[in-house]
T-cell receptor, first 115, second 109 residues
Framework: GAGVSQTPSNKVTEKGKYVELRCDPI?????LYWYRQSLGQGPEFLIY????????DSGLPNDRFFAVRPEGSVSTLKIQRTERGDSAVYLC?????????????FGPGTRLTVL | TQLLEQSPQFLSIQEGENLTVYCNSS?????LQWYRQEPGEGPVLLVT?????EVKKLKRLTFQFGDARKDSSLHITAAQPGDTGLYLC?????????FGAGTRLTVKP
């Protein structure tokens, strides 16, 4: 694939349920980022991986949120006991290496709606 | 509180007009990026500025990084309807980026 892909594109769930959001980065990109974007806002940083390890998870809002990247490629963002306030578009981005000089390529996002 | 403040939040202009949008912070960044985002898509990088005082031009778009590397501006000359979108600035600290809330630009034909 040419770009970053995210699945599902839309997810509707009920309050209290568990959800997993998947990100397939561009092949060969070592850095992977998760952001959350609420309506009318810019992307809010959640976590970033350099390889398999979470290099910075300071943006995760609480311990209901967790992300993994076990083989240094695909990443999964996991949200437990979802709340209505978790409703947002979750964006994934990858870059060749980490660092602010490097272009981040974004996926189209997963729109999560918690009823 | 946003680390990066963008202004104006909304801007609606007629085709052919010029405009400037701003990105301000009290923090110093090692680099600053501008992205454009269209509905239903992720942001797409327009430019990266690194050096204080740097000016970069991309066709009708001119980007400037403040001398102190705390702020930036984007100037568009002779705006076209295709310029419509959400313009986001993002500052790099260490290895990650922090985004502003964006300026939503509408260019009317």
């Amino acid at each position: 694939g040419a770009g970053v892909s995210q699945t599902p594109s839309n997810k509707v769930t009920e309050k209290g349920k568990y959800v997993e959001l998947r990100c397939d980065p561009i092949s060969g990109h070592t850095a992977l980022y998760w952001y959350r974007q609420s309506l009318g806002q810019g992307p809010e940083f959640l976590i970033y991986f350099q390889g398999t390890g979470a290099a910075d998870d300071s943006g995760l809002p609480n311990d209901r949120f967790f992300a993994v990247r076990p083989e240094g490629s695909v990443s999964t963002l996991k949200i437990q006991r979802t709340e209505r306030g978790d409703s947002a578009v979750y964006l994934c981005a990858s870059s060749l290496v980490s660092g602010g000089y490097n272009e981040q390529f974004f996926g189209p996002g997963t729109r999560l709606t918690v009823l | 509180t946003q680390l990066l403040e963008q202004s104006p939040q909304f801007l609606s202009i007629q085709e052919g007009e010029n405009l400037t949008v701003y990105c301000n912070s009290s923090s110093v960044f090692s680099s600053l990026q501008w992205y454009r985002q269209e509905p239903g898509e992720g942001p797409v990088l327009l430019v990266t500025v690194v050096t204080g005082g740097e000016v970069k031009k991309l066709k009708r778009l001119t980007f400037q990084f403040g001398d102190a590397r705390k702020d930036s501006s984007l100037h568009i000359t002779a705006a076209q309807p295709g310029d419509t979108g959400l313009y986001l600035c993002a500052g790099a600290r260490n290895n990650d980026m922090r985004f502003g809330a964006g300026t939503r630009l509408t260019v009317k034909p």
